[in-house]
């Protein structure tokens, strides 16, 4: 089944050439069908871009979902057409009376400032503490990930000698956990950030479960045992040359990075980037959307609460 979008949005045509199916909003007015409802706090500069790639993953399963992208009122985006947030997104202000499925909070580029110093940081806080009771499970992404670990748990990030840039290979620390249904044992995931969560953060913190880790990329995947917070450390949905588009602006500024590990054949940014962690990211999103919502979200979107489900309503 599809994502339902609208169908002036530019992914659409990315998507379609892609044989991602995504069904127009009148279309799926006419399906007698309860779709999933997910909202996007898109809070990357580059937002045509990232939901091209987000809708990309949430398109490969049989659910439909309506999809409402949702943007930080206080802050004003440099890198995205007004004409395009006018025409496709919501304000948190605009959202906030209404209550969803599903919740992916997105990663933004501003690792390095003290959380504090965000300009949208209070309206960002506002919105995790509102997702409690009008979201029903909550995807937090990168820089997503550390700020709703410091907002709902003060679970502090630290600097990182040198940009963590690379696909890296993660072990599954609970082969049982639904969101790790059909991982491989060790499996590959781009990172690309200069801060970074500590394991020993996340175990020592009641009601968080670590769940994927990297010898070198440290901390990838943790969550509530409800299923309802997710926190992914890397970026799952990077397209195949994102590391490459990162690499080469950077070496255009002048700037010292170092090549992305494990990304390049032989490390050798000459050739062609090998993509290996497509299929574990389509499988991340599916499982998300299948075992954290579909099976246990409330039919009516009235009854979601910050109450965690009765032991009648586990699948």
Same mark, same amino acid.
């Given at each position: 089944?599809?994502?339902?979008?609208?169908?002036? +949005?530019?992914?659409?045509?990315? /998507?379609?050439?892609?044989?991602?199916?995504?069904?127009?909003? %009148?279309?799926?007015? *006419?399906?007698?069908?309860?779709?999933?409802?997910?909202?996007?706090?898109?809070?990357?500069?580059?937002?045509?871009?990232? &939901?091209?790639?987000?809708?990309? +993953? +949430?398109?490969? =399963?049989?659910?439909?979902?309506?999809?409402?992208?949702?943007?930080?009122?206080?802050?004003?985006?440099?890198?995205?057409?007004?004409?395009?947030?006018?025409?496709?997104?919501?304000?948190?202000?605009?959202?906030? &009376?209404?209550?969803?499925?599903? /919740?992916?909070?997105?990663?933004?580029?501003?690792?390095?400032?003290?959380? !504090?110093?965000?300009?949208?940081?209070?309206?960002?806080?506002?919105?995790?503490?509102?997702?409690?009771?009008?979201?029903?499970?909550?995807? *937090?992404?990168?820089?997503?990930?550390?700020? %709703?670990?410091? *907002?709902?748990?003060?679970?502090?990030?630290?600097?990182?000698?040198?940009?963590?840039? %690379?696909?890296?290979? *993660?072990?599954?620390?609970?082969?049982?956990?639904?969101?790790?249904?059909?991982?491989?044992?060790?499996?590959?995931?781009?990172?690309?950030?200069? =801060?970074?969560?500590?394991?020993?953060?996340?175990?020592? =913190?009641?009601?968080?479960?670590?769940?994927?880790?990297?010898? &070198?990329?440290?901390?990838?995947?943790?969550?509530?045992?409800?299923?309802? &917070?997710?926190?992914?450390?890397?970026?799952?949905?990077?397209?195949?040359?994102?590391?490459?588009?990162?690499?080469?602006?950077?070496?255009?500024?002048?700037?010292?990075?170092?090549?992305?590990?494990?990304?390049?054949?032989?490390?050798?940014?000459?050739? !062609?980037?090998?993509?290996?962690?497509?299929?574990?990211?389509?499988?991340?999103?599916?499982?998300?959307?299948?075992?954290?919502?579909?099976?246990?979200?409330?039919?009516?979107?009235?009854?979601?609460?910050?109450?965690?489900?009765?032991?009648?309503? !586990?699948?």
């Amino acid at each position: 089944m599809p994502v339902t979008i609208p169908s002036a +949005l530019p992914a659409r045509r990315i /998507l379609e050439s892609e044989n991602v199916f995504v069904m127009t909003e %009148g279309r799926a007015f *006419h399906q007698d069908i309860r779709p999933l409802h997910i909202a996007i706090v898109n809070l990357m500069p580059t937002k045509m871009a990232t &939901e091209t790639q987000l809708l990309r +993953l +949430l398109g490969n =399963t049989p659910l439909q979902l309506e999809i409402t992208l949702v943007r930080m009122e206080s802050h004003d985006p440099r890198n995205t057409a007004a004409a395009h947030l006018d025409a496709f997104y919501l304000t948190f202000a605009e959202a906030r &009376e209404r209550k969803y499925d599903g /919740l992916i909070i997105t990663g933004a580029p501003i690792e390095t400032l003290p959380f !504090e110093e965000v300009d949208y940081w209070p309206e960002l806080c506002r919105l995790i503490d509102w997702s409690r009771d009008h979201v029903f499970s909550t995807m *937090h992404v990168c820089w997503g990930a550390q700020a %709703g670990l410091k *907002h709902r748990y003060g679970i502090e990030k630290f600097p990182l000698a040198e940009k963590m840039f %690379g696909v890296f290979p *993660h072990r599954i620390l609970d082969p049982r956990n639904r969101i790790l249904s059909g991982f491989d044992a060790v499996f590959p995931a781009p990172h690309s950030r200069h =801060t970074e969560t500590r394991a020993a953060d996340i175990e020592a =913190t009641p009601g968080l479960d670590l769940l994927a880790v990297s010898d &070198e990329a440290g901390v990838y995947l943790a969550g509530t045992p409800d299923g309802r &917070e997710l926190y992914v450390t890397g970026h799952p949905e990077y397209e195949w040359d994102t590391l490459k588009r990162e690499y080469d602006r950077d070496i255009g500024r002048g700037l010292d990075i170092a090549v992305p590990r494990h990304y390049y054949p032989d490390d050798d940014p000459t050739r !062609e980037p090998r993509v290996t962690w497509r299929s574990h990211a389509f499988l991340l999103y599916a499982n998300w959307l299948n075992y954290c919502v579909y099976q246990r979200t409330p039919y009516d979107l009235g009854a979601i609460s910050a109450e965690p489900p009765s032991a009648g309503d !586990e699948d």
